[in-house]
């Protein structure tokens, strides 16, 4: 072999090794970087653990605690009561205006609109059963009416009367 060919060997090896040794190094830090990667828990094993330092059973403080839980419980009833939408009233003008006017007016979402057509099959079933689904909601083939018109805060009076008044002022 000529002298310029083993020149060329000699550094092509240097470059090959230090390639090697970069490779080298490059696999031990992903190494380590991998290392600090928390491990993924499974959600059973967390469940588990959850139940494991659930409380198991509360302190009772005697009369001065039941007397503290009564009071605010009734807190939290006086405050639940004065949320009362439409402020409690049983007008039912005032909450149909309020409320159920923008889908019974239209007929939005299948609503039946305030005229004795829509009414008929409805009118059938009895007042019962269109207050019960004026509360609890309802979905069928011509449309849905959501619990309470939409409005949680409206007590079951407060939609009879409102469904008593529609009733009452069907053209």
Same mark, same amino acid.
């Given at each position: 072999?000529?002298? %310029?060919?083993? =020149?060329?060997?000699? /550094? ?18 992903? %190494?380590?970087?991998? /290392? ?5 828990? !499974? ?12 409380? *198991?059973?509360? *302190? %009772? ?17 006086? /405050?639940? $009561?004065?949320?009362? $939408? %439409?402020?409690? #009233?049983?007008?039912?003008? *005032? ?17 039946? #609109?305030?005229?004795? +057509?829509? @009414? ?7 007042? !019962? #059963? ?5 509360? =609890? ?6 449309? *849905? ?9 409206? #007590? !079951? =009076?407060?939609?009879? +009367?409102?469904?008593? @008044? ?6």
């Amino acid at each position: 072999m000529r002298n %310029y060919d083993l =020149e060329f060997l000699k /550094k092509f090896s240097m470059v090959i090794g230090f390639l090697v040794v970069v490779t080298v190094g490059l696999m031990i830090g992903a %190494y380590f970087v991998h /290392k600090q990667i928390p491990p993924e828990i !499974d959600p059973a094993v967390a469940q588990r653990q959850l139940n494991r330092i659930a409380p *198991v059973g509360a *302190v %009772y403080a005697g009369s001065t605690g039941a007397a503290s839980q009564a009071a605010a419980a009734a807190a939290a009833a006086a /405050k639940a $009561a004065s949320q009362v $939408a %439409y402020g409690g #009233t049983l007008d039912g003008a *005032v909450i149909f205006d309020g409320l159920c006017a923008g889908c019974h007016k239209s007929g939005a979402g299948g609503a039946p #609109t305030m005229d004795q +057509a829509h @009414w008929g099959p409805r009118l059938a079933q009895g007042k !019962d #059963t269109l207050h019960k689904h004026a509360i =609890e909601g309802f979905t069928g083939a011509a449309g *849905v009416m959501p619990p309470k018109g939409g409005n949680p805060a409206l #007590t !079951d =009076e407060q939609v009879i +009367a409102t469904v008593d @008044w529609m009733l009452g002022n069907l053209k």
